[in-house]
C-alpha cells in the first residue's frame, strides 16, 4: 500500500501516512532524528534526504510568500514521490473540515457553504458536480467584515447546509459571521497549521484513491497580474485545472515589474503568494512596447510563467527577484487637458486626473435642467452655453473633446449641443468627437478583453447585462483601421434561461475565441453556458462607472500610435417608417464613413414619416435623425442622401425637400441605476386538492370565508360603473397584464383572474374557492399555499408564512410583529427594503429566507393553478393592493423578478 507524504512550507517538517498501519507521524519529531541543515542548501532537500523514506504521493501546500521560494521544495520533493502534487491553502482548509465532519453531514447535500471566521471572514459555496453526487466545485466567493453576517443577497446560489468555522488558538471572533440559517453546523479546528496539515492529508488520501466522503475539485485560488500599478485579473477561486491564460499588454520600455499575485485570504496566516519578475528593454526602444504573458497551471498544481519580449527569439522562463526589489514602473503622466468629455444635457465634465484615473468635475452656478422639462434647441444651446462659460480656462485646451449622449434625444437636440461646443474650440488646436454609450460600453469591453495576436482571431463578441436588458456587440479588427463594430443586437428579457437562450443564438453568428460577457451578476445557469461558450465573464459594479471609463479610453484610443489599438466610428442601421407601419431598413450596418443616396416609395396611405437608428444599449428607444408630420399629397418616392464624417451626426437631404417637425422631447430620468439580473429559481410548489379540515380552525389566523367582489364584474348602477369597468381593463392591457391577483384590505386573501384578449376571468383553486388565503407552507416536501397551507398550520405553524401585505417592502425595523405569527423577523436588506423571515422547512430545520422569496412561492404556485386551470402559461402579473398595504408593492416587484416573472404594475384599491 503506498506512503503519503504532506508537506507544508514555512514548518521544516512532513507528515508520514502508512496506509498500511494507518498511522501518522511527523518527522523529523517522532524518529528523534537530527537533521543537519547545510548552508546554501533548501531545508527541505537535506529533511528528504536524510529521511531516506520513498513516498508514493506528497502533497505541498503552496502557502509561501515567495512563489520562488517554493520551487526548490518541489524540485527536492521530486526525489523522494513518484508525485507531487501543489494545493492551495483554500483547498486544504475545505478538505480539513469536511474531513472533521461526520461522514454522513453532506451526503444528501447538493449545494454547502463553508463560512470561516478569523480576524477577517470570508464565505465559499460548493455545487455539486453533475453525475457525481461525491465532487464539489467551489462556485461563489465572499469575504465578510468584522462583524459582518451572511446574507442569502449576496450568494449567488443558496446552500443547503452552512459550516460556520472557527478556530480554538486563533483571535476570538468579534461576532458570529452566521445568522440563523440553513441547517447550520459550527466547527472549531486547533489551529490554523493544523487544519492545514489535515486539509492536506485527506486531499491525498482522495488523490490515491483512499477516501469516502465528499471532496473538492481541483481549483486556483484568485489570482492576478500586478504590471506596474495596474491589476488584471487571471483566474478567480474556483477555477478548475488546468489552466493557461496568455495577455498581451503595453508596458513602459524602461522599467517595469511583473507580479503574479494570489489573492490574500484569512489574515491569521497573512501575506500573498507572488511571483516578482523584473525585465529591463533595451534603452534605444522608445514609448511602449508590447510584451506577451503566459501563466499556465498543471494538473498537478504547478504554476509556470513565462514572458515573451519583443527582441527574444523563442519565450523564456523568467527570472524571479528577491521580494525586497523596488524597481519601480512608470505610468504615463496624464495631464487634465488631454482628454475632456461632456455628457449631453449635464453640468459635469469628465476628464483624467493626474495618475490618469477618471475624474468628474461639476460646473457650479449652472441650474440643472429639470426631468419632464420640454427640451428644444434653443434651450439645448442656451444650457451648453451656460455650462461651458463656467468652464475652467485650462480646460478648452484640451487635446481631445468629446461629446456623449445615450442614443435617446433627437439627432437635432444634439447637433445643438455640438455647434455650441464647436463655437467654444474653434481657436483651439482641440480635436471633437460625437459618439454614443455603445461606442463607449464597447471600449470599456476592448480594454478588458485582452485581445492579442496570439489568438490567431480578428473578431470578438461582447456582451453587456445591465437588469433586464442584454446588448451583444460584434467587433472586428483591421490592421488598418483598428477595431470597430460589425453588428449589435438589444433583447430584453424575463428569466435567466431567456437571456441564456439570446446568448446561445447570438453567439452561433460569428466564429470568435475571443469573448467577453459584462455582468453585474452571474447566476449559476448563466456561467455553465458561458463556460461552455469560452465566454470570460467580468462583473461589473456599475454601468455609470464603467461608461465613465469607456469615454475616456475612447479618448486615450486616438492618440495611440498603433492603429490596432484605434476605434472606427460604426454606423447603426438607418431605418424608415411610416405611421404604424412596420419599419424598413435604409442603410445595414456600417463601420467606416460614407456618403449614399437610396430611393424609397412612400407608403400612400401615410403621410407622415420618421428616419431613425437604434442606439440606446439598453433599450430600444430611437434616436430620430428626421421627422415629417406632413407629406404632400404628391410626393410618392424619395430620394435620401445621407453623409457621415467620422464620430459626427448623419447629415440627410432629401429630394423633393420635405418640411421638417419642431424637434423637442421631455427630459428624461437621469441613467438607470444598476438592477441585479434576474435570478433562476425552481420550486416545487403544490396546488394539491386536500379536504377542509375536520376539526375547528380557532387555532387558525382568521381568514374571513365572506367572497370578496371581482373587480372585473362588481359596478355600480349605471353607466358609471360599466364606464369603470372599461377604463380598468383598458389599464389591464396597457400594462400588458395576463394575471391579476386582487388582495382583499379586510382578509389575508387574494382573488385571482386571467386576462385574455380584454376578457377578464375569475380562477378559483383547487377547491373551487375564489377567495384564496395568502398563506405560504413549508411543512412538506413540495411548497403548498392557499387553504392547504392554512391545514397545515393546524400541526406545524412555525412552518407557514402570512399577512404578507404588513411584509413586503418594509425592512424588520419597520414591521409590527403580529402576536399571533409563528415565524419570527430579521433584518436583511434596506435597499430594497426586504426582511428576512425565520421560517421551520421540512427535513431542513430553520431557514432565514427574504420575504420576497417567500412571496415568489405563492406566485409560483399561483401561475401553475392558472395553467391547470386554463390550460395557459401566462408570466404577466399585475396586482391590486389595498391603500394601507402601498409599500408592499416593491416586494411584490422583486418577488416577480426572482422567478423572472414580468411585473406589469399595480393599483391601489379605493377604501
Known sequence: ??????????????????????????????????????????????????????????????????????????????????????????????????DALSKDTLNYSTCFSIVTDALGGDVHVFLQRSGNPKAFKCTFEAFLKPGECVSYQKLTIRPDKIISLSFKDGPPSQVSSVPKIVACKRLELDNFTQMLYNGALAKAKQIAGLWEKVYIEDFVQTMVVRIGQEIHYVAGTGTPIPLEKTMSKNIDAQNVIFEVERAQQIKVIGGNWRRSITRVCPPERLSYVTVDLNISIDSYGVTKVLLKLPDASKPGIVTPVSSHSTVKAVKPNWKLENVLAHVFLSSKFIYHGSDGSPMEVDIEGVEEIATGTDLTPDLVKSHCEAVFDHLPPSFTESFIFILNHDGTYPAALIKAAAEVIETKFAQTNSRGFIISDLIAYTRYALRRLHHTTIDNSSYGFIALNNGTDCRTIFIERSESQGWGVTDT???????????????????????????????????????????????????????????????????????ETEITNKQRDFVSVVYIRQGDSEEYELIKHSQTPFKITVEHQLDAGYRNLTIYQKLAVFTDKEFVLFQCDEVPESVSDLSITFELDPFGIPKISIDPPLPEVNYTAKKAEPRPQNVDPVPSLAYSSSTASIPYPSRPLSSVPSSTRTSIASLATTSSAGATGASRIDKR?????????????????????????????????????????????????????????????????????????????????????????????????????????????????????????PADMIFSCFLKAVQRLVEAKTGKKRNNFFFYVPRSASKCQSGMREACKFLGFFFAGTNLLKS
Not at 467577453?516 to 470570460?536: D, F, K, Y
Open 729 to 849: 381593463i383598458k389599464h389591464l392591457g396597457n400594462m400588458n397584464a395576463e394575471i391579476v391577483i386582487t388582495c382583499d384590505p379586510t382578509s389575508p386573501t387574494a382573488q385571482i383572474e386571467l386576462f385574455d384578449n380584454g376578457v377578464l376571468t375569475l380562477v378559483p383553486d383547487v377547491n373551487d374557492t375564489v377567495n384564496i388565503p395568502l398563506f405560504v407552507s413549508f411543512a412538506q416536501k413540495d411548497v403548498r399555499i392557499g387553504f392547504s397551507a392554512m391545514h397545515d398550520f393546524i400541526e406545524h405553524p412555525k412552518s407557514v408564512v402570512w399577512d404578507f401585505l404588513h411584509i413586503l417592502g418594509r425592512t424588520a425595523s419597520e414591521i409590527t410583529v403580529n402576536p399571533k405569527w409563528q415565524f419570527n423577523i430579521h433584518d436583511l436588506t434596506d435597499e430594497p427594503p426586504n426582511a428576512g423571515i425565520e421560517v421551520e422547512m421540512a427535513d431542513r430545520g430553520s431557514v432565514l429566507l
Open 489 to 559: 443586437f438589444h433583447e430584453s428579457y424575463e428569466s435567466t434561461s431567456q437571456l441564456c437562450q439570446f446568448l446561445t443564438n447570438e453567439l452561433q453568428q460569428q466564429g470568435t475565441r475571443t469573448k467577453l460577457l459584462l455582468t453585474l451578476s452571474a447566476p449559476l445557469s448563466l456561467q455553465n453556458l458561458m463556460a461552455r461558450h469560452g465566454v470570460t465573464i467580468k462583473r461589473v459594479k456599475n454601468f455609470d462607472k464603467a461608461l465613465v471609463d469607456g469615454i475616456l479610453d475612447f479618448g486615450d484610443s486616438e492618440t
Open 1 to 98: 500500500m503506498p506512503i503519503l507524504g504532506v508537506a507544508i512550507p514555512k514548518v521544516i517538517a512532513v507528515k508520514v501516512y502508512d496506509t498500511d498501519t494507518d498511522s501518522i507521524k511527523t518527522e523529523p519529531a517522532d524518529s528523534g532524528l537530527k537533521i543537519e541543515y547545510e548552508k546554501n542548501r533548501e531545508p527541505f532537500e537535506c529533511l528528504f534526504e536524510q529521511l531516506k523514506i520513498q513516498f508514493d504521493l506528497l502533497v505541498i501546500v503552496s502557502e509561501i510568500p515567495d512563489e520562488s521560494l517554493l520551487n526548490p521544495i518541489i524540485a527536492a520533493a521530486k526525489t523522494v514521490a513518484k508525485e507531487v502534487y501543489i494545493i492551495p491553502p483554500l483547498m486544504a482548509r475545505f478538505m480539513a473540515v469536511i
